[in-house]
């Protein structure tokens, strides 16, 4: 066997694996780092990517279809358009191919040593890769477990040629007639809502009373009339059972009365769970947080040594605060002292329109016993949204009644993912809403509203 | 929508106004008929004020801490009735205009504009509990200045901000450091602490504030102390103990306190008063209704039982015990509360030799109960061991000689010591 020692090694290289990889190369730390499949990991293979990719290709299509139907208030026509989604699909394989890429050359230029293979604990200081050469074994002074998570199964539609998940969804030649969506969550909507475009029939089943339920009513309406335009049929406090006895359809039911769905595809979009077996985590006996890793303020697990980042300990499961743990696990491990300190996580959800949210929203803020204010503007007072037929949304700010400290800043709207950077460093620099109100916002664009529901909490708006 | 406004009730006869103490709804709250909304204080009962609508709260009329009118406006629900239906009580305009702008009002895209269905809050499911959204304990700081302070070695919630909302700037850890703070040692685990809590004093503790102020400034006090020798009255006590009937409560020394106390005050009407300095009178009471400074959970009160001197020794003690209870668990009422002639300070279970007790205003006597301890004491051939226990007592000077205060508590240490005269009639 041969063996090979090192300061760091981390396993899985999705974003936070090659995040912390990368950061702890530069600081000259012996690092390796294992992945059993491509490097980027389901980010950037199989999730945030690839699916941005295919829900802006199918945005172009929809906004074609839209033109050609002779309704584009634009004036534009042009005769019926078409897709070919395997050509899609290759163009997306060509996005994460160079991605792929990228991050390898990032590890390498920092150099990191890559093992491509799967890695299991044989103690909390030695980890045994599967490799195409041969059983490496390497030993390490730290350890970063970076095994991610992966979509939840459902044990009575187990996925295969008719039930996908995610990663099947991103993958299809050509677009299904019909498509059932199990589960109203962002995965499911964004890729619900992406097949509508394409042309796919879309019917959504979600198990609670509404759609992102971890978004407040206000945020998911604007997204919840979208659907409906869409022609996407919406079913809530429905449980989806099994395929029909053609597999051409799914069986579900609301309330007790059992009725079909046709769905030539059906897409399951539960949630996801934790990877936290088939890398020996029996062998080094870490304590768990539910069903993840149960990691402190600097990601460091119940044995000494051994740190956890990501999906697999806890939510948010996103890819940005892998990274923000990663870079701060490399830098504990090269002897820096750190904590994580972060006010805030922002999400974005790219569903149509979008959602963004930073901070407490008005209810989490009024749990915690802050007595709040709070500033609203609509976009449809927004004079670049209405420029390009974006005038769904808004976007809210939530402050301290007492000393205005901004404490949540959400928003729904076409484009407002592009907004988090500021309503997240608003959050961290900790900014008054003075501060919002008293900075410059450039005309026309829809960051305005941000500014104006600054205004609006202060008590004076100007465009409202 | 209707709406509702919900005035002060007259919560006590003679009360014209009321220490609003806790807000049981927030703003924006929904509320069902008879549901706790807010408590207020009047003299030391608190009383609870239940809705009498169901609705959503609108606006509150005051804050944790005012004092509020009998009579004038506590709160505004909004109620299910019909717009046509007039409100049960209309109220200026001034005033509705100021609630419309109740910082909380948001704007909301038109189409949101229907009228909020109160049902749609209740059916929603509360969002999922996301990672630590507790603002209150990070340090408000830039992450460039965390960085810093992290490299530093300086815990942020040490220093304190200067920026706005109190945000810790790179001028004020400049600061820190050059005052030489220590890189907190994890050698000793000591450090500095530079924080303050402000604990605003509302409720019962204004109560005792305003109190404690008014009886050490307006009474001259001479405080006495003798120590008593209890050997006898507490084999008495142990005696009683043992044989009582079963619906008889435990004696503590306080019933033979209280029963000496009736009996000494027969022969010194003086102590059983309350001074009214303001109109120089002293009210002499022949009733004897004795005070009981209680510790409870909120703070020190004073329950009262009345008509001592119509009690015997067990029914003293039945009616302390159900006084103190009602004092700790907040229901004693404000009649339970006020209106005693002399009070009983009691610290022994504590310890400590002797203090020096507040004479409760107007009142003009109080009587202190120190721990009672096994001593040797000379009984002219021998030590020989005698439980003994420290009586501190408090008088107002201005009405009280000394000579008088200190015939009382000899006549009390009579009675204490030989305890059969305590039930001697006559």
Redesign the interface.
Known sequence: MKEISCKLLVLGAGPGGYVCAIRAGQLGVDTVIVEKAKAGGTCLNVGCIPSKALIHAAEEFHKLRAAASGKSPLGLSLSAPAIDLARTVAWKDGIVGRLNGGVTGLLKKAGVKAVVGEARFVDGKTVDVETETGLQRIRAEAVVIATGSAPVELPDLPFGEHIISSTGALALKTVPETLAVIGGGYIGLELGTAFAKLGSKVTVLEAMDRILPQYDAELSKPVMKRLGELGIDVFTRTAAKRLSADGRGLLAEENGRPFEVPAEKVLVTVGRRPVTEGWGIEEIDLDLAGRFIRIDDQCRTSMRGIYAIGDVTGEPMLAHRAMAQGEMAAEIVAGRKRSWDKHCIPAVCFTDPEIVSAGLSPDEARATGIEIKIGQFPFQANGRAMTTLSEDGFVRVVARADNHLVLGIHAAGHGVSELSASFALAIEMGARLEDIAGTIHAHPTQSEAFQEAAFKALGHALHV | MGEFILKMPDVGEGVAEAELVEWHV?L?DPVREDMVLAAVMTDKATVEIPSPVSGKVLWLGAEVGDTVAVKAPLVRIETAAEAGEPPPDSIPQALAEDVL?E??A???????KAPPKPE?IE??????P??A????K?P????AV?LRA??S?VDLRQVTGT?????ITHDDLDLFLSRGAQPAPAITGLVRKTAVEEIKVTGLRRRIAEKMTLSTSRIPHITYVEEMDMTALEDLRATMNRDRKPDQPKLTVLPFLMRALVKTIAEQPGVNATFDDGAGVIHRHAAVHIGIATQTPAGLTVPVVRHAEARGIWDCAAELNRLADAARTGTATRDELTGSTITISSLGALGGIASTPVINHPEVAIVGVNKIAIRPVWDGTQFVPRKIMNLSSSFDHRVIDGWDAATFVQRLKTLLETPALIFVEG
């Open positions: 927030k924006g702008e910082p909380v948001v704007s909301a895209p038109p189409e949101a749609a059916t929603r499911p509360a969002p999922a996301r990672e959204p507790d603002v209150s990070k408000l700081a830039s992450p965390r992290k490299d070695g920026g706005p909302a109190g945000r």
